[in-house]
């Protein structure tokens, strides 16, 4: 049996496609808010011989450039996920 994701089965899913592209920009917005929010913190600690601060700082920025690779590639990460579970038998 073959089934295959269906892009017109269900009322309202061209505004749930609009949706998930809202959050997804949302969220690349967060992500960039949060990258340099952290940098000014890493920036502080730094200057002011704070490692514990600059710490943090190093961490958001991680953090916030991991989320903003999950935003843009899930798409493509659900893509990739859907075609390996496709091709278990």
Do not use: E
Not at 5 to 24: C, E, F, K, T, Y
Not at 57 to 65: E, R
Request: glycine residues 14%.
């Amino acid at each position: 049996m073959d089934i295959d994701p269906n892009g017109s089965g269900l009322p309202g899913i061209a505004q749930l496609r609009d949706i998930v592209g809202a959050v997804m920009t949302v969220g690349l917005f967060l992500s960039v808010l949060a990258l340099i929010i952290s940098a000014i913190v890493w920036g502080f600690g730094a200057n002011s011989s704070n490692p514990h601060l600059a710490s943090r700082g190093k961490t958001g920025v991680l953090v916030s450039c991991g989320a903003a690779i999950l935003c843009g590639a899930a798409v493509t990460l659900i893509d990739f996920l859907w075609t390996v579970g496709q091709a278990v038998n």
